[in-house]
């Protein structure tokens, strides 16, 4: 048999059905990605194209999650159809096995596999960028404006705007009122009502323009200061009025993006790779500043070597200045009276603490009695103050390094979450392959049905290990990949159960129950040959 025909076969039986099944899987998890943010995009006045622009950020970031459902979907659907139609069953009898047939789809899927870790690692950190600080803009955005009957419209800064009844064309207003707080700071308020009035946006649509009839405008105000401080207020009537509002405000405004550009999902592999060096050189950086504070407030915790270090100095120190002490002793009597009237000196000598006389040292009960009664009181201050600065400190390096650490395992899983996405298009390849050629069912129906159930096992671990690592029970390289790890055995079993024998496989335990209940939910149709009457 002629193998490049065979590739050919297989290849062009898999990529029709690949591709239908890439764009239907991408469809399905942008739409479900948008309805999650429809409550912030919804009457934020987002126009079309950049609705447009905000759906081709999320496609590019759902990529790696529709592939690996293409390739489980298209897999099976190829060599169900092959096992189907019995053509599986005549490779087998021309000495072909089910590794050579599956080979061509190797081939192909490994390049999926290529092409779904580029996209994770350049893309899509891109698209996430782009897409957040959108996102961000729109959440900053105001409302479009709306203005409805019998309620206050808070909309312009410093105004609130109540509309009694509008006409049907949207123009002509009805019993208005106007509250203008602007200036509330500085004690003024001001209110205007009108019987009725018009209201439209000009035509380079910048300006909002009210214009009311026949109204009065109230003013109030203090002036002076004091208990005898008047308040005037002042009563204008109108037979016109016009006010101006800049629509300015309402603009959408390009957030700078370098504020985003730190967030694990937008860096890549290396990017990743340097933000969990600098998180780890950061939490011992602070863990080695918090033995330092600690070391210094209390002498127990100090290192052996300084110890014996510091008694040593502190030896040489008493013998030096007991030499200079006897050699002032001998020093002739004037020497002796400009060190003995050096107040520096007598300073020094008169901050001695005085230790208390002890007759039996293993009397004591507290290393606090060898001193004073009138300084224990003073100490006793002095060490619930450091114990108290040592804490505060202590609470603030465990909740610093506890964010730390939080974001050390959202970095690392992102990092082995690019890579374990694309090894999970070969994993079901070989998990979808094989469920084709022992169930024997290809089409539509049943590979969509089968991808659903494996892929959502497939994301229901994922969001597992997640969570787990996110809880420091596992470590999050691990956790990316554990998904990967529990189905691989079953890829495994299937392969080598079909690469043996296809239909003793429907007598194995394990594959049993499901080949039955996929007979039953999608019965085979018998081919009926044409009779000829006699």
Request: proline share 4%; glycine share 6%.
């Amino acid at each position: 048999m002629d193998f490049k025909k065979l590739d050919r076969l297989l290849v062009t039986s898999f990529l029709p059905p690949f591709v239908a099944t890439f764009f239907i899987a991408l469809f399905v998890l942008v739409m479900q990605t948008l309805w999650l943010y429809i409550d912030e995009i919804a009457g934020k006045g987002v126009g079309f194209f950049l609705m447009v622009e905000l759906l081709a950020y999320m496609s590019v970031s759902m990529i790696p999650l529709a592939l690996p459902i293409a390739v489980l979907v298209s897999s099976v659907m190829v060599m169900g159809n092959l096992s189907e139609n019995y053509e599986l069953s005549s490779f087998k009898s021309a000495g072909i096995s089910l590794e050579r047939v599956m080979r061509p789809l190797l081939g192909v899927v490994f390049v999926i596999t290529i092409f779904s870790f580029f996209c994770s690692n350049n893309f899509i950190p891109v698209s996430n960028l782009k897409f957040r600080s959108r996102l961000y803009d729109i959440r900053k955005q105001k409302p479009t404006l709306n203005m409805e009957e019998g309620l206050f419209n808070d909309d312009f800064k410093g105004y609130s705007i109540r509309i009694g009844k509008k006409s049907p064309n949207n123009k002509t207003i009805y019993n208005v009122l106007i509250v203008d707080y602007s200036e509330s700071s500085d004690g003024r308020l001001a209110e205007i009502s009108a019987d009725s009035g018009e209201m439209y946006i000009t035509e380079d649509e910048r300006f909002f323009i009210m214009q009311l009839f026949e109204g009065f405008q109230y003013q109030e105000g203090s002036v002076g200061s004091g208990s005898s401080a008047k308040t005037p207020f002042i009563r204008t009537h109108f037979r016109e009025w016009r006010k101006v509002f800049d629509l300015k405000e309402f603009e959408m405004s390009r957030t700078d993006e370098d504020l985003f550009k730190s967030h694990q999902t937008m860096l890549t592999v290396s990017q990743l790779h340097e933000a969990v060096d600098s998180i780890e050189m950061s939490m011992q950086s602070r863990i080695d500043d918090m033995q330092g504070n600690v070391r210094k407030e209390f002498y127990v915790f100090r290192e052996e070597d300084r110890l014996k270090r510091k008694e040593t100095d502190t030896t040489q120190q008493i013998v030096r200045q007991v030499d200079e002490g006897i050699n002032t002793a001998n020093a002739p009597p004037e020497e002796r009276a400009e060190v003995g009237g050096n107040p520096e000196a007598v300073g020094r000598r008169g901050n001695a603490i005085p230790q208390a006389k002890l007759d039996h040292l293993d009397t004591l009960t507290s290393i606090i009695n060898t001193f004073p009664v009138f300084k224990h009181s003073e100490l006793y201050n002095k060490a619930k103050s450091s114990a108290g600065q040592i804490s505060a400190q202590a609470e603030s390096t465990i909740r610093s390094l506890e964010r730390k650490r939080k974001a050390r395992v959202d970095h690392v899983f992102e990092m082995h979450s690019k890579f374990s996405m694309a090894v999970a298009c070969i994993l079901f390849l070989f998990i979808g392959a094989p469920m084709g050629a022992i169930v024997q069912k290809g089409g539509f129906g049943y590979p969509l049905l089968i991808a659903i159930i494996f892929f959502m096992v497939y994301m229901i671990l994922t969001i597992f290990s997640k969570n787990i690592s996110e809880r420091f029970v596992i470590e999050p390289g691990f956790a990316a990949w554990l998904s990967c790890i529990i189905m691989f055995p079953f890829g495994f079993l299937l392969t080598y159960q079909a690469m043996n024998d296809y239909k003793n496989v429907v007598s194995s335990r394990l594959t049993r129950p499901i080949a039955l209940l996929f007979y039953r939910l999608f019965p085979k149709k018998e081919k009926v040959k044409p009779t000829s009457d006699s």
